[in-house]
């Protein structure tokens, strides 16, 4: 089939690279011209595409359209004022063009950050509207809602854990930093190669209409993890603040994902991230 990925960055280039290796033909977007090359030399059929908010009208951007997928990552990032309003004016032109096309599906990349930061374990139906962990989950919450209320097409939903993998290796950040909080906080992560596996199980399979949590199996607290991870490397691990709390944290459940899809995780354990 025809796929369209819009945001071929760390995820969605790996991404197309996997589906054409898969026989499909790709389409891919970025945001900068100097990229175009890039996406040509990967065999990536290139569209610069910048939705700040809307997408431009533009002849040169038709063809992005004419596919019969796409899979939509574009984060609303962290930063930016009145986050919820400006992402929904993008996923409201996405919708746009989306209805006028031959796109009749939309895998759309979320985020665990949709969860209110509640103890116990997270299952997809624990969702609050307007209390999630921070802003940019609400307003992933909000452009969820928007793609999954279309009678024009059928949108299936992944919310990503923390994503690590390859050149991402969490250490790097956390390496020799002190007195770090929630020391038995679980980390709730998914590496890379499983992130690809399923959008193409999910696109392949058309699975459509569903909302799933994609995080891996294995759940060791902050103080293992990045411990692990930065030993791994040669680093100075982080220190965390000695703490004799018993409280619960979040937990967010892959079990639907496992049940529906049939998945079995590539990486199950996030424990001690690859050198690479």
Not at 9 to 32: D, E, F, Y
Not at 177 to 187: G, M
Not at 206 to 219: L, M, P, R, S, Y
Not at 255 to 263: F, I, P, T
Request: aromatic share 6%; net charge neutral.
């Amino acid at each position: 089939m025809t796929i369209s990925i819009l945001g071929c960055g760390w995820l969605g280039l790996p991404l197309a690279q996997h589906l054409i290796r898969r026989n499909h033909s790709v389409k891919g977007s970025t945001t900068t011209k100097e990229k175009v090359k890039a996406l040509k030399n990967r065999s990536i059929e290139p569209y610069v595409i910048e939705l700040s908010p809307e997408i431009a009208d533009s002849q040169t951007i038709s063809d992005f359209w004419k596919s019969d997928t796409l899979v939509l990552n574009i984060p609303p990032g962290r930063k930016r004022e009145n986050i919820i309003e400006y992402h929904s004016k993008q996923i409201h032109s996405v919708i746009d063009h989306v209805k006028n096309s031959s796109i009749k599906f939309i895998v759309f990349i979320s985020s665990t950050s949709v969860y209110p930061d509640n103890p116990g374990v997270v299952q997809e139906q624990d969702t609050i509207p307007g209390e999630a962990t921070r802003e940019s989950g609400n307003a992933l919450l909000r452009a969820e809602d928007l793609l999954m209320a279309s009678d024009d097409f059928e949108t299936t939903v992944l919310r990503f854990g923390g994503l690590y993998g390859r050149d991402r290796n969490p250490a790097k950040y956390m390496a020799g930093r002190k007195n770090l909080e929630k020391a038995n906080a679980p980390v709730n992560l998914i590496h890379r190669d499983d992130c690809i596996a399923i959008i193409a199980k999910i696109i392949e399979e058309k699975i459509t209409g569903e909302i799933f949590n994609a995080i891996c199996d294995g759940h060791p607290t902050r103080k293992e993890y990045y411990t692990a991870a930065c030993r791994s490397l040669g680093l100075e691990p982080p220190s965390f603040k000695k703490s004799q709390e018993k409280k619960q944290y979040k937990v967010v459940s892959n079990e639907k994902l496992k049940s529906v899809l049939q998945y079995e995780f590539i990486h199950p354990e996030p424990l001690i991230p690859e050198q690479e």
